[in-house]
């Protein structure tokens, strides 16, 4: 018996702590790009950044959990992963170095045609230089010599990275190497990137690393100090992909899959994220930088087209529900469970929006609590694209009646199973009486008649 009672005990432990580390999501809208707005690549998000992640609104999804290569994307991973780890192990990004050997370079870089920092042998760097050099020219030797420095290899590194994207619920995002070169083991999904990067900025050092546009290097152990320049085109300003909004960007290229980009934006007090995976090298006017146009053509479109409106106001009563067992009311009034604000088009009248009340019973037994729960409300446009739900609650409590109390459990105890029963059972009993009755008496008439004869 103590066992079952432990077992049982370790299931609901286990069953909330499923629940306490489920990952946020973030609300689904999912808009089309209206005409003049092209997306050349084969998956994309667009997703406007709220004050947390459960406020964040996916806003435009293109085949968003499609797996694909990462290429350099892969950087954000390495980022993350290497913020999380420092302040695990307490380590300060500008004391901790690294090293670069001639091992790691014949081990991880020689040979793939990665982009280096240009490390020279035996050079140390603080990890904060490291990281710039990654992220800034995709350096295959300083993400090298970074993963060393943290968690004493590649291997482990890597499976650092793979054990926090479970972590943080990326179900189809799995890391094989650092650098980013394309392998079967090695795949994301625009949907999973936008977490991976939204945990980042979890981090307060993580927009200050992903926005240097230019940045000096310097080795600790001596040695001639270099200047790195983003090779991201959106963020340079003699470009003609130069986006003046952009706040980060890393670009990525699978020599299969094509070119990827994960950038954020700010401007007039609103924030987006935009991922596409699967751009070609050209469209059919020849144009190339498809992922760079993707991109600012998806950030052009959520800053012009789209605002953040109250569609909910919190005392507004969208329905009520009968009431019984009291004498103080015979409905209660239900309320949005709290004022409700999303992004949405711009020139969308809320006078369209359509408002589906959903009451989950027709009516209620007092005692009920203000704030109980008795329904919801879907927020509807075009006619089926929900943009949100949010519960409806009791606007006021309403007390229980004693008197009416009493009287309903006295109907329900008269109207019950087990009291027809009793009854029956009863009307059996004085029938069986009557009838055992009248056969003892002629009995007794009988015998009787017998002695008088």
């Known amino acids: 018996m103590q066992k079952r009672k432990l077992c049982v005990f370790l299931m609901a432990v286990c069953l909330l702590m499923t629940l306490l580390c489920a990952p946020v999501s973030a609300e689904t809208v999912g808009y089309e790009p209206p005409e003049g707005v092209t997306v050349h690549a084969e998956t994309a998000l667009l997703v406007n950044l709220g004050s947390s992640m459960d406020k964040d609104v996916v806003l435009y999804a293109k085949e968003a959990d499609e797996v694909r290569a990462p290429g350099a994307m892969i950087r954000y991973m390495v980022l993350t992963y290497t913020l999380h780890r420092l302040e695990e192990l307490g380590m300060d990004m500008d004391t901790a170095t690294g090293a670069y050997t001639l091992e790691m370079f014949n081990g991880y870089v020689a040979g793939t045609g990665v982009p280096t920092a240009n490390m020279k042998y035996g050079e140390t760097w603080t990890i904060r230089d490291l990281l710039q050099a990654s992220f800034l020219q995709n ?42 070169l394309d392998s079967l083991s090695q795949y994301t999904t625009a949907r999973d990137m936008y977490r991976i990067i939204r945990y980042g900025m979890t981090y307060s050092l993580f927009e200050e690393l992903t926005s240097q546009r230019q940045f000096t290097v310097e080795p600790v152990s001596g040695g001639t100090a270099r ?127 359509i408002r589906n009340v959903i009451v989950y019973h027709d009516r209620v037994s007092a005692p009920v609590e203000k704030g109980a ?44 199973g087990w009291f027809l029963a009793g009854v029956l059972l009863l009307i059996a009993l004085v029938i069986g009486y009557i009838i055992l009755n009248v056969v003892y008496n002629r009995r007794r008439r009988r015998e009787r008649l017998g002695r008088v004869k």
């Not at 983003?230 to 070119?259: A, C, D, I, K, W």
């Not at 008795?374 to 519960?391: A, F, H, R």
């Open 139 to 180: 350096a295959s030797d300083a993400v090298t010599a970074l993963a060393f420095a943290v968690d004493g290899g590649v291997s482990a590194f890597v499976q650092g990275m793979n054990d926090l994207a479970t972590e943080i619920g990326c179900d189809y995002t799995h890391y094989a190497n650092v650098t980013g």
């Open 227 to 353: 200047t790195l320049t983003s090779v991201n085109h959106m963020q340079q300003s003699s470009s003609q992909f130069y986006y003046s909004p952009l706040v980060f960007s890393r670009t990525g290229l699978s020599e299969h899959e094509g070119r990827t980009c994960a950038s954020v934006a700010r401007d007039g007090g609103y924030e987006y994220m935009v991922v596409v995976m699967g751009c070609p090298e050209t469209n059919e006017a020849g144009e190339s930088g498809l992922h760079y146009r993707d991109t600012r053509s998806l950030f052009r479109w959520a800053f012009n087209q789209f605002s953040y409106r109250t569609i909910l106001a919190k005392s507004e009563i969208l329905a009520s529900v009968k009431v019984d067992l009291s004498l103080s009311a015979d409905h209660v009034n239900l309320v949005p469970a709290a004022a409700y604000s999303t992004t949405v088009e711009s020139q969308l009248d809320t006078d369209q929006i």
């Open 373 to 416: 729960v008795l329904g919801k409300v879907e927020l509807i446009v075009n006619v089926d694209q929900k943009i949100g739900e949010v519960d409806l609650v009791a606007a006021e409590g309403v007390t229980h009646s004693a008197l009416l109390g009493l009287m309903d459990g006295m109907g329900d105890f008269f109207s019950s």
